[in-house]
């Protein structure tokens, strides 16, 4: 990323800025077109917003469908945790090596964090945001609620995805101290509860919540891509870094809607690193 987009976009320059290339999690941005580094062939039209809260917006629609002012029924989520928002930082294995650090919101780093814990690496600390509301989650509840005004959705299924976080901590309960699986899970229990009833407050919308994994034997992963695979809805809101949700659904069968995607700053607040004043730090 360039040094001029390393600081957050002013938003009364935000035209200067989104002129230029950047990165947007797996997306190159350049001349207003997003390239997802999943699929060459998966390139979004983006257009800057008056939005205080998404600057910019795009919409996937490989099925073609019509594009309307209303679209009576909707799917969106958001992640509970940031990347920073609950990291694992692990002991230092021999002399010179740096501590391992994981994000327990990231596939690939709670895989990591598993195969530690069953070998016995030890924890040195887990550092979890006070709370929930970063501009990650702050920016994606606000746009969301603009763009259920904006097409008139009357009912908005929601995927807030608490069973696919307390996953995890069921596979590593065992090998880790008892008090800091509970301390990590009231956390995160706490900062559902916040996220869901500021959700609940800001939509105009009846919002259903949904929760695969109750219902079905079903990864995490399996589980987002669930309401593509199952719901009858009109249109998408996603973060465009998300676009790989709908696009597993199709490469799966399904015929999706168009997915409305947006970028909610520069740089990605879902890289966010809150304020050491912001943060709980957990030791074993």
């Given at each position: 990323?360039?040094?001029?987009l390393?600081?957050?976009?002013d938003?009364?320059n935000r035209?200067h800025?989104?002129?230029?290339?950047?990165?947007?999690?797996?997306?190159?941005?350049?001349?207003?077109?997003?390239y997802?580094?999943g699929?060459?062939?998966v390139?979004i039209?983006?257009?800057t917003?008056?939005?205080k809260?998404?600057i910019?917006?795009?919409?996937?629609?490989?099925?073609?469908?019509?594009?309307?002012?209303?679209h009576?029924?909707?799917?969106?989520?958001?992640?509970?945790?940031?990347?920073?928002?609950?990291i694992?930082?692990?002991?230092?294995?021999?002399?010179g090596?740096?501590?391992?650090?994981?994000?327990?919101?990231?596939?690939k780093?709670?895989?990591?964090?598993?195969?530690r814990?069953?070998?016995?690496?030890?924890?040195r600390?887990?550092?979890?945001?006070k709370?929930?509301?970063?501009?990650?989650?702050?920016?994606?509840?606000?746009?969301?609620a603009?763009t259920?005004?904006?097409?008139?959705?009357?009912?908005?299924?929601?995927?807030?995805p608490?069973?696919?976080?307390?996953?995890?901590?069921?596979?590593?309960?065992?090998y880790?101290?008892e008090?800091?699986?509970?301390?990590?899970?009231d956390l995160l229990?706490?900062h559902?509860?916040?996220l869901?009833?500021?959700?609940?407050?800001?939509?105009?919308?009846?919002?259903?919540f949904?929760y695969?994994?109750r219902?079905?034997?079903?990864t995490?992963?399996?589980?987002?891509?669930?309401?593509?695979?199952?719901?009858?809805?009109?249109?998408?809101?996603?973060?465009?870094?998300?676009?790989?949700i709908?696009?597993?659904?199709r490469?799966?069968?399904?015929?999706?809607?168009?997915?409305?995607?947006g970028?909610?700053?520069?740089p990605?607040?879902?890289?966010?690193r809150?304020?050491?004043?912001?943060?709980?730090?957990?030791?074993?």
């Open positions: 990323m360039r040094a001029t390393r600081k957050k976009v938003m009364e035209d800025f989104t002129k230029q290339n950047f990165k947007y999690g797996a997306f190159q941005i350049r001349d207003c077109i997003g997802w580094n699929d060459p062939a390139q039209n983006m257009q917003t008056s939005s809260f998404c910019m917006e795009g919409i996937w629609n490989p099925d073609e469908r019509e594009i309307i002012s209303r009576p029924v909707a799917v969106a989520g958001l992640c509970i945790w940031g990347k920073y928002d609950c694992v930082k692990f002991q230092k294995i021999g002399k090596n740096p501590s391992a650090e994981r994000s327990l919101s990231n596939p780093d709670r895989a990591d964090v598993l195969k814990v069953i070998n016995k690496q030890e924890i600390e887990v550092v979890i945001s709370h929930p509301f970063g501009d990650y989650q702050s920016n994606m509840i606000a746009w969301q603009e259920v005004q904006r097409f008139q959705i009357n009912r908005l299924y929601y995927a807030l608490i069973e696919e976080y307390t996953a995890i901590l069921d596979e590593i309960k065992t880790i101290p008090k800091l699986h509970r301390e990590i899970l229990n706490n559902y509860d916040q869901k009833n500021k959700i609940i407050n800001s939509m105009d919308a009846e919002v259903e949904l695969p994994m219902n079905e034997i079903l995490p992963e399996e589980s987002y891509v669930w309401p593509y695979q199952n719901l009858k809805i009109d249109l998408g809101i996603e973060d465009l870094d998300e676009v790989h709908p696009y597993q659904a490469k799966n069968g399904a015929h999706i809607p168009p997915i409305l995607l970028v909610l700053g520069i990605y607040p879902y890289y966010e809150r304020d050491p004043t912001d943060i709980i730090n957990i030791v074993p």
